[in-house]
């Protein structure tokens, strides 16, 4: 059955992540009517946002564009970075928006924050577990299975609040980038039309994440509960 979810969702991730390639390739080609390069889109929208105190850089690969709260830097690939297209801008905005809402204490991207350590160490758990149960009978000797199926519910629980924590800080960061996009008329009419349309599928990576993890623990939780009848 966890097989059948994984498939299951893995093809949609793979539906999800092609559309969202297309996009940002097509609006890469589209060149934006301003002429500002995405790191001067991010340079004018933190301004306009009274943000000083954050760096942009740009960073080596494709599509690894983030912002990171540590260091207060937002990072741009060098297609984004130095790209003049709406998908250039509609990047660099998003990540801007994730600045503002460090700057703003936006509650969401401070809980979510806060949730990392736990999440990354839950990962680590759930590796170890699988591999631990690999060695069979004589591992699973060592530790009742309800407890291991415990441990692995609350580790897999961590990751989905984690995942579904991330959700309300993706969408608010694009709907704060298309609207600044927009009144400062950095975006025309169907240049908005796009940038909106690429974050809109970006949105929905995170969107397919969290629902295969949730998806996922409710598996363990009855998978548990059945062992228990």
Known sequence: MLFIIIIAFGILGWVVQSRLKSRFEKYSKSLLSSGMSGAEVARAMLSDNGIHDVTIESVA??????????????NLSPDVYNGRTVAAAAIAA?????AVQ??????WLNLRSAMVPLAAASGRIMNFLFLFMLFGA????????????????ASQAAITVFSLVTLPVE??????????LETANITNGQEQVQATDALKWAARTYLVAALASLTTLLYYVMMFTGSRD
């Open 61 to 74: 690969g494709k599509l690894t564009d983030h912002y990171n709260p540590s260091n207060k830097t937002v």
């Open 171 to 180: 969408y608010d960061a694009s709907d704060r980038a298309l609207k600044w």
């Open 138 to 153: 004589f591992a699973m000797s060592w530790f009742p299975l309800d407890t291991v199926i415990m441990v692995i519910i």
């Open 94 to 98: 998003h990540e801007c928006g994730h």
């Open 102 to 107: 460090h700057a703003t204490a936006y509650k």
